[in-house]
């Protein structure tokens, strides 16, 4: 209910936004007032997921969980992605790479994982305490990794300096998660998702369909380039690059599988895996579609054209400068005319004049389209908060992992409720401590970075071969006729 109406609050504002654009609404004003509504929404189902009780932020309700589980996996891999070189999937071998990781992470992690909320017995007894350790320490490495970039992003949308949002950036993790516990999350995560489809899916496809403005052949083209820069990778030798993307994807795949409610079925937990994975790769390639389609219409209808024939979006006043000839925004075509008079340039201009702004790149696409800049700007929005939730699902992970796990699954089943659930908030405010008292300029080198996730990594196949080891001894023991098992009661008798 709580989600409910707080996103059909959401998407009613942003409607009514959408509508004062298109009634006169000045553009910063509405952009202003978009960030206001978003925050809102945001903080609100983080508050109203309060709550001092254990299951609620241990686990989502049962009736969301299939649905957040995906939720919560897709922004992880769009998260990846924007890390390993940008949603829009611009570099093919990391993106690849980070597949990979993801499908090894959820595959390799889940014949003997347990599920998340079941008893210690011999599972964890076995490795699953070193196992579920290591993964707690990647996912604290990938959020030393993608705070900066998304700390980065938000000083972009909002024109702030980084560094004056660094504190309130992680002062509002820290408190989101250990307040919103699992339900906040999966809530904000799902409310990504679903304002997706109705903000952009929904009108883009609409526009596409109206205009017949679809690039099929650019898109194959694009792809069949991906492929081959993929298989042409790893005899290259250029694997080295994408190892970290190959570790950060095993993290977000093991994750899936050590979080995973209990009594869950292994086919369907790979089911859950693969739909998240369907889901983001199909958000890359729709954004990948667009940002094609505004690189063709700045090639065929702005390059090499008079000004008076470029279209009518190129010089709208609410997405000015997203478009830079020769190193300025022109407001008209006298604008443009005077931009590059200066370097003997006159009636049309070559591309290499021509230079896109990365920041209006979502606005521009709207307008493109016959969109409102608003919903633009919102698309834009989306990137810095879809990093903002992914770290809060590191950290919430890692929490869990290390105090149901790593702790109370060796102290004991009988631990309190009240001391387990203020251990686990306390091991989600200790990392952001750690990252609010130190400098701006102290950042996790790419070196130790990688050290500690492959430490992490052969840690985890160290203790899987331990199980294998284990269970392969007990199976020649079963075989042997009339073996007694090695105990003192049994040398006693």
């Known amino acids: 209910m709580v989600s409910t109406l707080v996103f059909s609050i959401t998407t009613a504002g ?32 983080i508050v109203l997921s309060a709550t001092n009780r254990l299951d609620p932020f241990l686990a989502e309700p049962p009736r969301a969980q299939a649905f957040g589980r995906v939720a919560r996996l897709v922004i992880l891999l769009l998260a990846g992605l924007a890390a390993s070189g940008g949603v829009a999937l611009e570099n093919p071998a990391r993106a690849g790479s980070l597949i990979a990781g993801y499908m090894l992470g959820a595959i390799a992690l889940l014949p003997r994982e347990a599920g998340f909320g079941v008893s210690g017995g011999k599972i964890l007894a076995m490795g699953g305490v070193l196992r579920r350790l290591a993964l707690a320490i990647m996912a604290l ?66 526009a596409a369909f109206v205009e017949r403005a679809f690039p099929p052949e650019s898109l194959r083209g694009t792809l069949a380039t991906m492929l081959r820069e993929a298989t042409t990778a790893i005899p290259a030798g250029q694997w080295r690059e994408g190892l970290p993307d190959l570790l950060a994807g095993f993290a977000i795949g093991g994750l899936a599988s050590a979080l995973r409610p209990a009594r869950e079925r292994a086919g369907q937990s790979m089911l859950v895996a693969l739909l998240a994975l369907m889901i983001a790769l199909a958000g890359a ?31 709208d006043e609410a997405i000015l400068g997203w478009l830079k000839l020769c190193g300025e925004a022109p407001r008209d075509v006298l604008d443009a005319f005077r931009a590059c008079r200066a370097r003997g340039l006159v009636g049309s ?39 903002l939730v992914a770290i809060g699902l590191l950290m919430h992970g890692a929490a869990l992992l290390i105090s149901e796990t790593s702790l109370y699954r060796r102290a004991g089943e009988k631990a309190l409720r009240s001391s387990r659930l203020l251990l686990a908030r306390f091991l989600v ?19 130790l970075a990688l050290s500690l996730m492959l430490g992490s990594l052969l840690l985890i196949l160290v203790a899987r071969l331990a199980d294998l080891f284990c269970a392969g001894v007990r199976a020649l023991q079963g075989r042997k006729p009339g073996a007694l098992p090695f105990t003192p009661s049994a040398e006693a008798t």
């Open 14 to 45: 942003t409607l009514f936004l959408v509508l004062g654009e298109r009634l006169g609404l000045p553009a910063p004003l509405g952009l202003l007032a978009l960030q206001a509504l978003l925050a809102l929404s945001f903080g609100l189902m």
């Open 141 to 206: 490495v990938l959020i030393a990794l993608w705070l900066p970039p998304v700390s980065a992003s938000f000083a972009a949308v909002l024109q702030r300096e980084a560094e004056a949002l660094r504190g309130p950036i992680i002062l509002g993790l820290a408190l989101g998660v250990a307040l919103g516990g699992a339900a906040g999350l999966s809530r904000l995560a799902r409310a990504i998702l679903l304002m997706g489809l109705f903000l952009a899916v929904a009108p883009l496809g609409a």
């Open 285 to 315: 390639l729709f954004v990948m579609v667009e940002v094609i389609r505004l690189h063709e219409v700045v090639v065929t209808q702005i390059a090499d054209q008079p000004p008076a024939r470029w279209p009518l979006f190129m010089f």
């Open 349 to 387: 201009f070559p591309i290499s004049e021509l230079r896109l702004e990365p920041g209006l790149i979502g606005p521009a696409i709207a307008a493109s389209r016959g969109l409102p800049a608003v919903l633009g700007a919102g698309w834009m929005q989306a990137a810095p908060l879809i990093g």
């Open 429 to 447: 405010l200790a990392p952001m401590a750690v990252l609010f008292l130190l400098p701006a300029e102290a950042a996790l080198k790419g070196r």
